[in-house]
T-cell receptor, first 112, second 115 residues
Framework: AQSVTQLDSQVPVFEEAPVELRCNYS??????LFWYVQYPNQGLQLLLK??????LVESINGFEAEFNKSQTSFHLRKPSVHISDTAEYFC??????????FGQGTELSVKP | DAGVIQSPRHEVTEMGQEVTLRCKPI?????LFWYRQTMMRGLELLIY????????DSGMPEDRFSAKMPNASFSTLKIQPSEPRDSAVYFC?????????????FGPGTRLTVL
């Protein structure tokens, strides 16, 4: 069975500081990994995904995540955060069929 | 396209009452998903449809929950009777296909409070 563990429920950081949101997964089959973002009072939006190929994937707003098979991790990073990055971030895993299994979420709070 | 539309955005009801949540998927999307988000259990898939047919309802918590999709542009999730533990945010999502290459687009959610 597949599962996802997000190691931090809350991550407070100051604006312009770097941030890492941790995600570990468990899967016995081919794995596909996703990060979704949920801004306050909104639905989830796809931030980035790893399906195959390069293990480093990037989003349009400066986030990146690296698929590490040996450590079964898919941590999300950003070198310099903005106030507007304040949101909840969900890591998810899927098999080829496409059903998503979500982690518990990490609340990123960016302070001025 | 306006995206996935859910109504109502907020619902407050009393225990024992029937609750109906509504969803309009993105036009042309063949798959529709219902999720529930709670503090305790996180985000869980309840059921999904393909071309209006329920494919997997293994996540539906119990018989009090039912979901229908009478046509390609409308789905409902009904709870009867409702209980306080059903309080959660319910999301609807749609996608072109189920394969991992097809992004799921989420609606804004319905926040349900059962008193």
């Amino acid at each position: 069975a597949q599962s996802v563990t997000q190691l931090d429920s809350q991550v407070p950081v100051f604006e312009e500081a770097p941030v890492e949101l941790r995600c570990n997964y468990s899967s016995s089959v081919s794995v596909y990994l996703f990060w979704y973002v949920q801004y306050p009072n909104q639905g989830l939006q796809l931030l980035l995904k790893y399906l195959s190929g390069s293990t480093l994937v990037e989003s349009i707003n400066g986030f990146e995540a690296e698929f590490n098979k040996s450590q079964t991790s898919f941590h999300l990073r950003k070198p310099s955060v903005h106030i507007s990055d304040t949101a909840e971030y969900f890591c998810a895993v899927s098999d080829r069929v496409g059903k998503l299994i979500f982690g518990q979420g990490t609340e990123l709070s960016v302070k001025p | 396209d306006a995206g996935v539309i859910q109504s109502p955005r907020h619902e407050v009801t009393e225990m024992g009452q029937e609750v109906t949540l509504r969803c309009k998927p993105i036009s042309g999307h063949d798959y529709l998903f219902w999720y529930r988000q709670t503090m305790m259990r996180g985000l869980e898939l309840l059921i999904y449809f393909n071309n209006n047919v329920p494919i997997d309802d293994s996540g539906m918590p119990e018989d009090r929950f039912s979901a229908k999709m009478p046509n390609a542009s409308f789905s409902t999730l009904k709870i009867q009777p409702s209980e306080p533990r059903d309080s959660a945010v319910y999301f609807c999502a749609s996608s072109l296909g189920l394969a991992v290459y097809n992004e799921q687009f989420f609606g804004p959610g319905t926040r349900l409070t059962v008193l």
